[in-house]
């Protein structure tokens, strides 16, 4: 089994729909959770950063992490073609920072 | 805003040929990894790097690679003789500083023809 298992998409939304991503993963180790952004070609951007069960927003962005069921979540509220990117859950345990990284998932946001 | 550097953005060479990718890390930052993406792949941990020794790494880091952080600000990845199947992207990451979570270079794009 993956440690870390994302749904790569494609994922295609008209603007101004909820985003929802989600990653689970297998080690309950894990104990910091993490969303990135990636470009194309470009390097992984840190969007959010979390390490409890519950919620967490940032703006337009709320990260949900649910330690019983090994799930983790990310919602984009009103997306915009700006928006259009691959977004990687990332997560690491307690005490070492080394991250494990879900596959991505393609978001394409269309105006 | 505090960023982590790599250079060069984009290398090409030939397989058996030795390549150095660079970084210059966030300056307060203490720990340091190298990560590879093949092209359509995950990203995938290589190396981490703490107080001048390596302190994990993959199994794909074996005998041909190698770090080194030569001076207060750089930290080199060293491929020795280069496969086909070294052709990826290589991000270098940094964390410290009271931070808890990585920063991403931009990447270096590795061709081995």
């Known amino acids: 089994q993956k440690e870390v298992e994302q749904d790569p998409g494609p994922l295609s939304v008209p603007e101004g729909a909820i985003v929802s991503l989600n990653c689970t993963y297998s080690n309950s180790a894990f104990q910091y959770f993490m969303w990135y952004r990636q470009y194309s070609r470009k390097g992984p951007e840190l969007l959010m950063y979390t390490y409890s069960s519950g919620n967490k927003e940032d703006g337009r962005f709320t990260a949900q992490v649910d330690k019983s069921s090994k799930y983790i979540s990310l919602f984009i509220r009103d997306s915009q073609p700006s928006d259009s990117a691959t977004y990687l859950c990332?997560?690491?345990?307690?005490?070492?920072?080394?991250?494990?990284f879900g596959a991505g998932t393609t978001v394409t946001v269309r105006a | 805003e505090p960023e982590v550097t790599q250079t060069p953005s984009h290398q090409v060479t030939q397989m058996g040929q030795e390549v150095i990718l660079r970084c210059v890390p966030i300056?307060?930052?203490?720990?340091f990894y190298w990560y590879r993406q093949i092209l359509g792949q995950k990203v995938e941990f290589l190396v981490s790097f703490y107080n001048n020794e390596i302190s994990e790494k993959s199994e794909i880091f074996d005998d041909q690679f190698s770090v080194e952080r030569p001076d207060g600000s750089n930290f080199t990845l060293k491929i020795r003789s280069t496969k086909l199947e070294d052709s990826a992207m290589y991000f270098c990451a940094s964390v410290g500083g009271g931070a808890d979570t990585q920063y991403f270079g931009p990447g270096t794009r590795l061709t081995v023809l």
């Open positions: 990332a997560i690491s345990e307690v005490n070492d920072y080394k991250l494990s």
């Open positions: 300056s307060n930052h203490l720990y």
